[in-house]
Protein backbone atom coordinates (compact mmCIF):
# COMPACT_ATOMS: atom_id res chain seq x y z
CA UNK A 1 0.00 0.00 0.00
CA UNK A 2 1.32 3.53 -0.90
CA UNK A 3 0.40 7.20 0.49
CA UNK A 4 -1.35 9.19 -2.12
CA UNK A 5 2.11 10.98 -1.90
CA UNK A 6 3.52 7.14 -3.62
CA UNK A 7 5.36 6.41 -0.37
CA UNK A 8 5.07 2.46 0.43
CA UNK A 9 3.89 1.83 3.76
CA UNK A 10 6.08 -0.46 5.51
CA UNK A 11 7.86 -0.62 8.79
CA UNK A 12 10.10 2.34 7.69
CA UNK A 13 7.38 5.19 7.38
CA UNK A 14 6.29 6.92 10.54
CA UNK A 15 3.00 8.00 10.82
CA UNK A 16 3.59 11.76 9.97
CA UNK A 17 4.07 10.40 6.58
CA UNK A 18 0.87 9.12 6.09
CA UNK A 19 -2.18 11.60 5.35
CA UNK A 20 -4.91 11.46 8.00
CA UNK A 21 -8.34 9.65 7.31
CA UNK A 22 -10.96 11.16 9.93
CA UNK A 23 -12.70 13.99 9.98
CA UNK A 24 -14.86 15.05 12.88
CA UNK A 25 -17.66 18.15 12.70
CA UNK A 26 -18.61 20.30 15.57
CA UNK A 27 -22.07 19.53 14.84
CA UNK A 28 -23.45 16.21 13.44
CA UNK A 29 -20.34 14.11 14.48
CA UNK A 30 -20.21 10.26 14.31
CA UNK A 31 -18.35 10.93 17.47
CA UNK A 32 -21.87 11.18 19.38
CA UNK A 33 -23.49 8.23 18.05
CA UNK A 34 -23.47 4.57 18.30
CA UNK A 35 -22.16 3.50 14.75
CA UNK A 36 -20.32 0.37 15.12
CA UNK A 37 -23.28 -1.50 15.08
CA UNK A 38 -22.88 -1.14 11.31
CA UNK A 39 -20.00 -3.45 10.97
CA UNK A 40 -19.85 -7.07 9.17
CA UNK A 41 -15.89 -7.29 9.49
CA UNK A 42 -14.01 -5.85 12.50
CA UNK A 43 -10.31 -5.50 13.47
CA UNK A 44 -8.55 -7.56 16.45
CA UNK A 45 -5.78 -6.28 17.67
CA UNK A 46 -3.08 -8.25 18.91
CA UNK A 47 -0.89 -6.36 21.32
CA UNK A 48 1.82 -8.68 21.70
CA UNK A 49 3.08 -7.93 17.81
CA UNK A 50 2.10 -4.35 17.59
CA UNK A 51 5.54 -2.12 17.83
CA UNK A 52 3.59 1.19 18.55
CA UNK A 53 4.37 2.34 15.09
CA UNK A 54 0.88 4.40 14.78
CA UNK A 55 0.78 4.41 11.58
CA UNK A 56 -3.03 2.68 11.53
CA UNK A 57 -4.23 5.76 13.64
CA UNK A 58 -4.29 8.34 10.71
CA UNK A 59 -5.62 6.17 8.04
CA UNK A 60 -8.90 5.20 10.47
CA UNK A 61 -11.30 6.91 9.07
CA UNK A 62 -13.80 6.55 11.94
CA UNK A 63 -11.04 7.88 14.45
CA UNK A 64 -11.63 4.30 16.58
CA UNK A 65 -8.26 3.83 17.39
CA UNK A 66 -7.44 5.23 20.88
CA UNK A 67 -4.02 6.69 21.70
CA UNK A 68 -2.80 7.23 24.91
CA UNK A 69 0.66 8.34 26.53
CA UNK A 70 1.81 7.99 22.54
CA UNK A 71 0.82 4.40 22.49
CA UNK A 72 -2.54 3.34 20.92
CA UNK A 73 -4.92 1.31 22.51
CA UNK A 74 -7.87 -1.60 21.54
CA UNK A 75 -10.08 -0.13 19.20
CA UNK A 76 -13.50 1.72 19.84
CA UNK A 77 -15.72 -0.12 18.58
CA UNK A 78 -18.64 2.17 19.46
CA UNK A 79 -17.50 3.55 16.41
CA UNK A 80 -15.86 1.55 14.15
CA UNK A 81 -17.70 0.59 11.00
CA UNK A 82 -15.09 -2.47 10.08
CA UNK A 83 -13.24 -1.11 7.24
CA UNK A 84 -10.56 -3.58 8.06
CA UNK A 85 -7.81 -0.20 5.99
CA UNK A 86 -6.20 -0.44 9.55
CA UNK A 87 -5.52 -4.10 8.89
CA UNK A 88 -4.38 -3.52 5.18
CA UNK A 89 -1.58 -0.97 6.45
CA UNK A 90 -0.31 -2.78 9.54
CA UNK A 91 3.78 -3.81 8.50
CA UNK A 92 3.57 -5.60 11.60
CA UNK A 93 0.59 -7.97 11.33
CA UNK A 94 -1.21 -6.51 14.48
CA UNK A 95 -4.22 -6.57 13.92
CA UNK A 96 -6.54 -9.49 11.90
CA UNK A 97 -9.42 -8.73 10.15
CA UNK A 98 -12.21 -10.74 10.86
CA UNK A 99 -16.40 -11.92 10.66
CA UNK A 100 -17.94 -9.77 13.41
CA UNK A 101 -19.93 -12.20 15.15
CA UNK A 102 -22.37 -10.03 16.75
Not at 92 to 100: E, G, H, L, P, Y
Request: hydrophobic share 30%.
Amino acid sequence: MRTKEGKIIDENITWKDITPGGVIYENGSAENFNTGDWRTMKPVFKADKCKQCLLCVPVCPDCSIPVKDGERMDFDFKHCKGCGICAKVCPFDAIDFIKDEK
